[in-house]
């Protein structure tokens, strides 16, 4: 069994958790609450934030150039096209400018990008992998099972269903393969003395993504 088999078996529990979510089910429905998208989107937008540089440090510490190129691959994507995606999204939730560029983090959001961050400058590079084939395995996960399952959320007939579509399809194994299997196949490499620190890594990004998951559903505030 891959290091990477064995964590998903041993936090299956968790990884059903982040992957089958309230939001996620009722995403591909069509009927998940426009004022959750709106939330999540804004929070992601600024998630993303720490993703790239998580991704950045993670390619200044690549063993070599060909470790290197399939996050220097990711990190384009996120700054290319995926932000150009984030702009005309939006334009369609009618979110300005003024709002979405003074997007307040949530304390989830926050939390998350701290811990990716920290993990980024104080890890190795196997690590930081291990918590990257959390974030883009969860989504690749949900994202296939959808698209496999055939779910149409634009048939609910609801403002924002083809763009839920949209959402959807970007995250597939069409888009996130690449990603997955490489960070997956670097988890997969780690000796028998890393693998203590990967769970935790792996346990910790999973309770992060359904916590997401919940803010992003529900609401958070400041206590």
């Not at 996620?24 to 426009?34: C, Q, V």
């Not at 399952?149 to 839920?164: Q, S």
Request: charged share 25%; with cysteine.
């Amino acid at each position: 069994m891959t290091h990477t088999s064995d964590l998903k078996q041993r936090h299956a529990g968790l990884w059903r958790a982040a992957t089958t979510h309230p939001f996620i089910e009722e995403l591909g429905a069509g009927t998940l609450p426009s004022e959750s998208f709106r939330r999540y989107f804004l929070q992601d937008y600024v998630f993303v934030n720490d993703l790239v540089k998580t991704a950045g440090i993670a390619v200044s510490k690549a063993p070599d150039l060909e470790f290197a190129r399939p996050v220097e691959d990711f990190l384009h994507a996120i700054l290319g096209a995926e932000d150009a995606l984030f702009l005309k999204a939006f334009e369609t939730l009618r979110i300005p400018e003024s709002e979405y560029r003074n997007v307040d983090q949530l304390p989830t959001t926050s939390a998350f990008g701290n811990f990716l961050v920290r993990l980024a400058y104080e890890g190795s590079f196997t690590e930081i992998c291990c918590a990257m084939f959390v974030t883009e395995g969860v989504y690749m996960d949900w994202g296939e099972r959808l698209r496999i399952e055939g779910a149409d959320p634009a048939a609910a007939g609801t403002e924002l269903g083809e763009f839920y579509q949209g959402w959807i399809d970007l995250h597939t194994a069409d888009v996130l393969g690449e990603i997955v299997s490489f960070t997956g196949s670097v988890v997969d490499g780690a000796s028998s003395q890393e693998t203590k620190r990967l769970d935790a890594i792996f346990e910790r990004a999973l309770r992060y993504e359904i916590a997401f998951w919940d803010m992003s559903y529900s609401g958070e505030a400041w206590p």
